[in-house]
Protein backbone atom coordinates (compact mmCIF):
# COMPACT_ATOMS: atom_id res chain seq x y z
CA UNK A 1 0.00 0.00 0.00
CA UNK A 2 1.28 3.58 -0.78
CA UNK A 3 2.23 6.52 1.43
CA UNK A 4 -0.79 8.09 0.02
CA UNK A 5 -3.20 5.32 0.67
CA UNK A 6 -1.95 4.93 4.43
CA UNK A 7 -2.82 8.90 5.01
CA UNK A 8 -6.86 8.22 3.07
CA UNK A 9 -9.12 9.60 5.75
CA UNK A 10 -11.94 7.63 7.05
CA UNK A 11 -15.00 8.51 5.28
CA UNK A 12 -18.05 7.21 7.82
CA UNK A 13 -21.16 8.21 5.27
CA UNK A 14 -19.41 6.15 2.70
CA UNK A 15 -17.76 3.08 4.62
CA UNK A 16 -20.70 3.12 7.08
CA UNK A 17 -24.35 4.64 5.92
CA UNK A 18 -26.22 2.89 8.29
CA UNK A 19 -23.93 4.37 11.40
CA UNK A 20 -25.55 6.85 13.77
CA UNK A 21 -22.52 9.24 12.12
CA UNK A 22 -24.05 8.77 9.29
CA UNK A 23 -26.96 9.49 10.18
CA UNK A 24 -25.37 12.85 12.08
CA UNK A 25 -24.06 14.26 8.81
CA UNK A 26 -27.73 13.62 6.69
CA UNK A 27 -29.06 15.79 9.92
CA UNK A 28 -26.56 18.51 9.40
CA UNK A 29 -26.90 18.34 5.58
CA UNK A 30 -30.81 18.75 6.69
CA UNK A 31 -30.47 21.64 9.35
CA UNK A 32 -28.66 23.70 6.96
CA UNK A 33 -31.16 23.33 4.11
CA UNK A 34 -33.65 24.62 6.55
CA UNK A 35 -31.08 27.26 8.35
CA UNK A 36 -32.45 29.63 6.23
CA UNK A 37 -35.65 30.47 4.29
CA UNK A 38 -35.23 34.01 2.71
CA UNK A 39 -31.54 33.85 2.35
CA UNK A 40 -29.23 31.17 0.31
CA UNK A 41 -27.21 29.21 1.66
CA UNK A 42 -24.74 27.74 -1.24
CA UNK A 43 -21.34 28.57 -0.14
CA UNK A 44 -20.30 27.13 3.25
CA UNK A 45 -17.35 27.47 5.10
CA UNK A 46 -15.82 24.91 7.81
CA UNK A 47 -13.50 26.02 10.59
CA UNK A 48 -12.47 25.23 13.79
CA UNK A 49 -11.13 27.27 16.99
CA UNK A 50 -7.96 25.14 16.58
CA UNK A 51 -6.02 22.16 15.39
CA UNK A 52 -6.93 18.87 15.13
CA UNK A 53 -10.03 19.15 16.23
CA UNK A 54 -11.73 17.22 13.09
CA UNK A 55 -12.85 19.88 10.51
CA UNK A 56 -11.47 18.87 7.37
CA UNK A 57 -12.95 14.85 8.56
CA UNK A 58 -16.34 17.07 8.80
CA UNK A 59 -16.64 18.78 5.77
CA UNK A 60 -15.83 15.55 3.61
CA UNK A 61 -17.96 13.59 5.18
CA UNK A 62 -20.66 16.34 4.55
CA UNK A 63 -19.61 17.09 1.03
CA UNK A 64 -20.22 13.18 0.16
CA UNK A 65 -23.42 13.52 2.04
CA UNK A 66 -24.42 16.47 -0.40
CA UNK A 67 -23.31 14.58 -2.85
CA UNK A 68 -25.60 11.80 -2.27
CA UNK A 69 -28.43 13.50 -1.95
CA UNK A 70 -27.90 14.53 -6.11
CA UNK A 71 -26.35 18.03 -5.94
CA UNK A 72 -23.09 18.81 -7.72
CA UNK A 73 -20.78 19.77 -5.21
CA UNK A 74 -17.49 21.25 -5.11
CA UNK A 75 -15.06 20.89 -2.01
CA UNK A 76 -12.14 23.43 -1.70
CA UNK A 77 -9.53 23.09 -0.06
CA UNK A 78 -8.73 26.26 0.93
CA UNK A 79 -6.16 25.23 4.11
CA UNK A 80 -2.80 26.11 2.13
CA UNK A 81 -0.57 25.78 5.18
CA UNK A 82 -2.06 22.43 5.67
CA UNK A 83 -3.70 20.61 3.01
CA UNK A 84 -5.34 17.65 3.36
CA UNK A 85 -8.16 16.64 0.76
CA UNK A 86 -6.01 15.46 -2.09
CA UNK A 87 -5.06 12.71 0.63
CA UNK A 88 -8.61 11.86 1.57
CA UNK A 89 -10.09 11.43 -1.86
CA UNK A 90 -6.81 10.36 -3.45
CA UNK A 91 -6.25 13.21 -5.95
CA UNK A 92 -3.19 14.80 -7.14
CA UNK A 93 -2.34 18.02 -5.79
CA UNK A 94 0.29 19.13 -8.52
CA UNK A 95 -1.92 22.29 -9.36
CA UNK A 96 -4.99 23.55 -6.82
CA UNK A 97 -6.18 26.77 -5.62
CA UNK A 98 -2.80 28.65 -5.71
CA UNK A 99 -2.01 27.73 -8.92
CA UNK A 100 -5.54 29.65 -9.90
CA UNK A 101 -5.12 32.68 -7.75
CA UNK A 102 -1.20 33.14 -8.78
CA UNK A 103 -2.63 32.46 -12.55
CA UNK A 104 -0.26 29.60 -13.43
CA UNK A 105 -3.57 27.43 -14.07
CA UNK A 106 -7.06 27.78 -15.23
CA UNK A 107 -9.86 26.93 -13.03
CA UNK A 108 -10.90 24.17 -15.02
CA UNK A 109 -8.02 22.22 -15.45
CA UNK A 110 -7.43 21.97 -11.46
CA UNK A 111 -11.33 20.84 -10.33
CA UNK A 112 -10.78 16.95 -9.90
CA UNK A 113 -13.51 14.49 -10.07
CA UNK A 114 -14.00 12.24 -7.60
CA UNK A 115 -15.06 8.16 -7.26
CA UNK A 116 -18.12 9.95 -5.25
CA UNK A 117 -20.49 10.74 -8.00
CA UNK A 118 -21.40 14.77 -8.27
CA UNK A 119 -18.34 15.50 -5.85
CA UNK A 120 -15.06 17.80 -7.17
CA UNK A 121 -12.55 18.40 -5.28
CA UNK A 122 -10.27 21.91 -6.02
CA UNK A 123 -7.33 20.47 -4.12
CA UNK A 124 -5.12 23.44 -2.22
CA UNK A 125 -2.07 22.96 -4.69
CA UNK A 126 1.41 23.62 -3.81
CA UNK A 127 1.83 25.53 -0.64
CA UNK A 128 2.47 29.32 -1.42
CA UNK A 129 4.43 31.99 0.40
CA UNK A 130 1.43 34.57 0.67
CA UNK A 131 -1.90 32.18 1.55
CA UNK A 132 -3.43 35.03 2.99
CA UNK A 133 -3.08 37.93 0.73
CA UNK A 134 -4.35 34.85 -2.54
CA UNK A 135 -7.20 34.29 -0.40
CA UNK A 136 -8.06 38.21 -0.08
CA UNK A 137 -7.63 38.84 -3.38
CA UNK A 138 -10.04 39.92 -6.63
CA UNK A 139 -8.93 36.95 -8.52
CA UNK A 140 -10.19 34.62 -5.16
CA UNK A 141 -13.36 36.69 -5.57
CA UNK A 142 -14.06 36.77 -8.86
CA UNK A 143 -13.15 32.89 -9.20
CA UNK A 144 -16.04 32.07 -6.40
CA UNK A 145 -18.42 33.73 -8.53
CA UNK A 146 -18.07 31.72 -11.46
CA UNK A 147 -18.17 28.57 -9.25
CA UNK A 148 -21.30 29.66 -8.04
CA UNK A 149 -22.62 29.84 -11.49
CA UNK A 150 -21.33 26.34 -11.64
CA UNK A 151 -22.45 24.38 -8.41
CA UNK A 152 -25.02 23.48 -6.43
CA UNK A 153 -23.04 23.30 -3.12
CA UNK A 154 -19.72 24.81 -2.21
CA UNK A 155 -17.95 23.87 0.72
CA UNK A 156 -14.86 25.12 1.82
CA UNK A 157 -11.91 24.36 4.15
CA UNK A 158 -9.93 26.69 5.81
CA UNK A 159 -7.27 27.32 8.40
CA UNK A 160 -8.27 26.96 12.24
CA UNK A 161 -9.65 30.86 12.85
CA UNK A 162 -7.31 31.35 15.84
CA UNK A 163 -4.33 30.75 14.22
CA UNK A 164 -4.61 32.69 11.02
CA UNK A 165 -6.56 35.33 9.41
CA UNK A 166 -7.49 33.15 6.66
CA UNK A 167 -10.81 32.18 7.80
CA UNK A 168 -11.88 35.58 8.19
CA UNK A 169 -11.30 36.60 4.99
CA UNK A 170 -13.00 33.21 3.11
CA UNK A 171 -16.12 34.02 5.23
CA UNK A 172 -16.63 37.13 3.16
CA UNK A 173 -17.36 35.22 -0.16
CA UNK A 174 -19.24 32.37 2.28
CA UNK A 175 -23.17 31.98 2.59
CA UNK A 176 -22.43 30.83 6.03
CA UNK A 177 -20.14 29.45 8.44
CA UNK A 178 -19.62 25.94 10.54
CA UNK A 179 -17.61 25.94 13.49
CA UNK A 180 -16.15 22.63 14.90
CA UNK A 181 -15.10 22.32 19.03
CA UNK A 182 -13.34 19.07 19.68
CA UNK A 183 -15.86 18.31 23.29
CA UNK A 184 -13.92 18.21 26.24
CA UNK A 185 -10.46 19.54 24.15
CA UNK A 186 -11.02 23.27 23.43
CA UNK A 187 -12.03 25.13 26.46
CA UNK A 188 -15.39 27.62 26.24
CA UNK A 189 -13.51 30.47 26.05
CA UNK A 190 -11.51 29.48 23.64
CA UNK A 191 -14.39 28.36 21.47
CA UNK A 192 -16.33 31.67 22.28
CA UNK A 193 -13.22 33.79 21.08
CA UNK A 194 -13.46 31.67 17.82
CA UNK A 195 -16.41 32.86 17.62
CA UNK A 196 -16.27 36.39 17.94
CA UNK A 197 -13.07 36.69 15.63
CA UNK A 198 -15.90 35.11 13.04
CA UNK A 199 -18.47 37.36 13.98
CA UNK A 200 -16.27 40.25 13.65
CA UNK A 201 -15.99 39.97 9.76
CA UNK A 202 -19.79 39.53 9.61
CA UNK A 203 -19.47 35.89 9.13
CA UNK A 204 -23.13 34.03 9.06
CA UNK A 205 -22.64 31.60 11.67
CA UNK A 206 -24.86 28.26 10.82
CA UNK A 207 -24.07 26.74 13.67
CA UNK A 208 -21.21 24.55 15.60
CA UNK A 209 -20.84 20.85 15.29
CA UNK A 210 -19.60 19.09 18.43
CA UNK A 211 -17.16 16.49 17.59
CA UNK A 212 -16.23 13.39 19.43
CA UNK A 213 -18.74 13.94 21.76
CA UNK A 214 -19.04 10.05 23.76
CA UNK A 215 -22.90 8.67 24.19
CA UNK A 216 -21.36 5.52 25.51
CA UNK A 217 -17.58 4.39 25.53
CA UNK A 218 -17.81 1.92 22.23
CA UNK A 219 -19.29 5.26 20.57
CA UNK A 220 -18.54 8.25 19.28
CA UNK A 221 -20.85 10.84 16.75
CA UNK A 222 -20.98 14.22 15.74
CA UNK A 223 -23.48 16.92 17.23
CA UNK A 224 -24.71 19.79 15.61
CA UNK A 225 -26.96 22.91 16.88
CA UNK A 226 -27.65 26.39 15.70
CA UNK A 227 -25.60 28.71 17.04
CA UNK A 228 -27.01 31.92 18.36
Not at 51 to 58: A, L
Not at 172 to 190: A, C, E, F, M
Given at each position: MSRLQNKKRHLNVLTNSHSPIAEAYRSLRTNIDFSSVDEKTQVIMVT?????????????NLAVTYAQDERKVLLIDADMRKPTGHRTFQLSNRAGLSSVLSHQSDLEEVIQETEVSNLYVLTAGPIPPNPSEMLNSKRMGSMMQLLREQFDIILIDT???????????????????????????????????AKENLLRVNARMLGVILNNVKRKASEEYYYYYYGS
Open positions: SAGPEEGKSTVISPPVLAVTDAQLIASNSDGVLLVIHSGKVKKDIAIK
